[in-house]
Nanobody, 118 residues
Framework: QVQLVESGGGLVQPGGSLRLSCEASGFPFSIYSMSWYRQVPGKERQLVAAIGSIAGSRNYADSVKGRFTISRDNAKNTVFLQMNSLKAEDTAVYYC???????????WGQGTQVTVSS
């Protein structure tokens, strides 16, 4: 059974930091590209950051470049999103995604709420 379980969300003040984690199970994690998306009510889900499988290439949305860092630990089947210098506009539900493009396979976590507010 495929599972993606996010954790680490919460309430933080502007300028603060949070570290999201997504623990995967039920599929060969190391060969999947992993991404973090976010969504606010009434808007489409947007890509925040992505990391390739073994090579580990990284991509970021312009709005988070220099503030967020995506990483993965293939030994622990976990992907992380370190979020620094958080802004109110980073408030959203953050979702973990696993993708294996060659097979058209796409898995999603249940989401974790991040709220940036004073």
């Amino acid at each position: 059974q495929v599972q993606l379980v996010e954790s680490g969300g919460g309430l933080v003040q502007p300028g603060g930091s949070l570290r999201l984690s997504c623990e995967a199970s039920g599929f060969p994690f190391s060969i999947y590209s992993m991404s973090w998306y976010r969504q606010v009510p009434g808007k489409e889900r947007q890509l925040v950051a992505a990391i390739g499988s073994i090579a580990g290439s990284r991509n970021y949305a312009d709005s988070v470049k220099g503030r967020f860092t995506i990483s993965r630990d293939n030994a622990k089947n976990t992907v992380f999103l370190q979020m620094n210098s958080l802004k109110a506009e980073d408030t959203a539900v953050y979702y973990c995604n696993a993708k294996y493009a060659r097979l058209g396979v796409d898995y999603w976590g249940q989401g974790t709420q991040v709220t940036v507010s004073s």
